[in-house]
Every structure is written in C-alpha cells, then in structure tokens.
C-alpha cells in the first residue's frame, strides 16, 4: 500500500503520523490530534489487573467524546508542568481495512521546577485507516503497564 500517488509506503506514512500524534498530545494542541482521527475514532486505556485477574478499561471515548474532555480540561485539576512522550513504532502490519500498528511509549512529566519523572510505559495497538484521501487514525487502546497515574492525569496518553 502506498500513499501520496504511489510515492510513500503507507508503513512509513504511519510512523510520520504516530511521532505527530505524539508531539500533539505533548503541546497540547488537541485540535491537531483529532485532526489526525476518522470521525468514528475510538480510544481506549486498558490496563491489566492482577488482582482481578482481568482487564480493565479506564477510559472509553468516541473522537466526539475526547473532544469534550480536551474542551474541559482547563475546568479540571491537573498535573502542573509537561508530559512528553517517547514513542517507537514496533510493528505495523496490514490488515483489510487498513494497517494495524504497535507502539510502545514512555510518557515523561517535568515539572516547573525541572524534574523530570517517568509517569507511564505502556503500548498503543493503532488501527489506521485511509478516509477521503487521507491516512488516519480510526482506534487506539493504549494498554498501560503503569497502574498508579496519580492525580491529574486526565489529558489521554
């Protein structure tokens, strides 16, 4: 699969476009990442507890819904400082209705005063879709290692 006329393999077009999610989420600028989202994007957090011996979803959100929460975060308690995050595409794989990308991330937290923290690690299963012309994300499950976020955690990983 190509993008572009033929000239760049989607595989890649894929990596562009995670490292721009990523540095999206990092300005918080969330207009351009739901600009990056099909209308029907869906985004998940998963993490795994082993104490129920099951997973559980932490947060559910249509591309509607994550737009709301972008447009009331500044309503909400939150974290001071800024979260960047180190993604590496692992695996991108074709499937029928587009390609099936695996990251894994790190999410970092500097404070005002300079500390710098590791605040989660995790994986983004990415499933990626051409829509009018374009390649975009159509759902992501973030499935968190990291179990313990601390308070103001509410900007999506």
Same mark, same amino acid.
């Given at each position: 699969?190509t993008?572009d006329? *033929?000239?760049?393999?989607?595989?890649?077009?894929?990596?562009e476009?995670?490292?721009?999610?990523a540095l999206?989420? @990092? /300005?918080e600028?969330?207009d351009?990442f739901?600009g &990056?989202?099909t209308e029907d994007?869906?985004?998940r957090?998963?993490v795994?507890?082993?104490?129920l011996g099951q997973?559980?979803?932490? &947060?559910?959100q249509?591309?509607?819904e994550? *737009?709301?929460?972008?447009a009331?975060l500044?309503?909400?308690?939150?974290r001071?400082?800024?979260l960047t995050?180190?993604?590496?595409? /692992?695996?991108?794989?074709e499937?029928?209705a587009? &390609?099936l990308?695996?990251?894994v991330?790190?999410v970092?937290h500097t @404070?005002?005063?300079?500390?710098?923290q590791?605040l989660?690690? *995790?994986?983004?299963?990415?499933r990626? /879709?051409l829509?009018?012309g374009?390649?975009? &994300?159509r759902?992501r @499950?973030?499935h968190?290692?990291?179990?313990?976020?601390g308070?103001g955690?509410?900007?999506?990983?």
């Amino acid at each position: 699969m190509t993008a572009d006329d *033929g000239k760049v393999p989607l595989t890649e077009a894929v990596r562009e476009l995670v490292g721009q999610a990523a540095l999206a989420l @990092d /300005a918080e600028a969330f207009d351009t990442f739901l600009g &990056l989202c099909t209308e029907d994007f869906q985004y998940r957090i998963r993490v795994m507890s082993p104490e129920l011996g099951q997973e559980m979803i932490w &947060l559910e959100q249509s591309r509607v819904e994550l *737009g709301k929460l972008f447009a009331a975060l500044p309503e909400h308690l939150t974290r001071p400082g800024r979260l960047t995050r180190q993604v590496s595409v /692992a695996s991108i794989h074709e499937e029928t209705a587009g &390609l099936l990308a695996t990251s894994v991330f790190s999410v970092f937290h500097t @404070d005002f005063a300079g500390r710098t923290q590791v605040l989660a690690v *995790g994986r983004y299963v990415d499933r990626w /879709a051409l829509d009018k012309g374009a390649l975009r &994300l159509r759902e992501r @499950d973030v499935h968190l290692d990291t179990r313990d976020l601390g308070i103001g955690s509410h900007v999506p990983l």
